[in-house]
């Protein structure tokens, strides 16, 4: 959250990757080698080259009743095995104390005669804190440069996926205070490398994110025209982030729902919704 920089606190707070989508969440967060949707312009860029039709993606998420994150993506395949994309990031508290925006523009690609993709994201930061609704106390902007990698490869009992992120590779923001000097901070740099493997119907996935395991698994069925998924997943991270992770999805048609239930320590429970609609 953008305030805490005006107070002093760990420059890591800030437009700090909370886990939007559901059905990531749903599954943990091990997620690098797995994302493949609109979803993937959060959690690995690369994977959108591999997608197959263009999409619209949305996801929210409402934490301790105080801040609300949504969430709204396009992704566009220009050709086989190449996607561009574009999303709006955006937190608030209900007070209008405080607004983060990130807007980011995605590219990604497979590389020629290998099973390697290459993705991109640049983003765009923006913040505002007030000391209450309509008188403002400082703003921030800067830009940010996100970096992935995933791969694939068959073997007897299904498919090896390997993703790797570098989120805020880049970064630069600088911010305004009433009193207080211009200066500018580079965003906590992160890094996540996983590994996925897919079977009939099932997919199991690990993921070691900024040095802490995550796992998650997910179980698909058919029902005429329609798919269903169950997941479940567990973050061995620190602080309310900890904890079991569960949910569901629905694909029929041109349409995908998913949800994703996040528990965590000191009462961090959560809900997790997102939308995709194919066109």
């Known amino acids: 959250m953008g305030f805490v920089f005006f107070c002093e606190m760990e420059v890591g707070a800030a437009f700090e990757n909370i886990g939007l989508t559901a059905r990531a969440m ?14 993937a312009l959060l959690w690995n860029p690369a994977g959108a080259a591999q997608m197959s039709s263009p999409e619209i993606g949305l996801s929210y998420v409402e934490l301790y009743d105080l801040l609300g994150y949504s969430f709204i993506g396009w992704a566009h ?16 508290d209900t007070a209008g104390i405080s607004q983060e925006r990130i807007v980011l523009l ?11 993709y290459v993705g991109f994201n640049v983003k765009s930061f923006s913040t ?7 008188v403002p106390l400082g703003i921030g902007a800067g830009w940010g440069i996100d970096f992935g990698l995933q791969s694939a490869l068959k073997i007897r009992v ?10 805020n590779l880049l970064s630069q923001v600088a911010y305004e205070r009433e009193a207080v000097e211009r200066y500018s901070e580079s965003l906590l740099r992160e890094w996540r490398v996983g590994v996925a493997l897919r079977g009939d119907g099932g997919l199991v996935a690990v993921d070691m994110a900024n040095g802490h395991p ?5 179980y698909r069925f058919n029902s005429g025209d329609n798919t269903f998924a169950v997941r479940l997943g567990w973050r061995f991270t620190e602080g309310v982030s900890r904890g079991l992770t569960a949910g569901f999805g629905y694909h029929g048609g041109n349409l995908a729902l998913d949800y994703a239930f996040v528990s965590g320590f000191y009462a961090a429970q959560s809900s997790r919704f997102s939308v995709r609609i194919f066109y």
């Open 158 to 167: 299904g498919a090896v996926k390997i993703g790797l992120v570098l989120p």
């Open 26 to 39: 749903g599954m943990g967060g091990a997620y690098s080698a797995v994302a493949r949707d609109t979803s």
């Open 128 to 134: 505002s804190v007030n000391l209450e609704p309509g």
């Open 214 to 218: 995550l796992i998650g698994g997910e």
């Open 106 to 116: 995605s590219a990604a690609a497979r590389v020629p005669r290998v099973p390697l």
């Open 77 to 92: 395949p220009i050709r086989l095995g190449q996607t561009i994309g574009a999303a709006v990031l955006s937190s608030s």
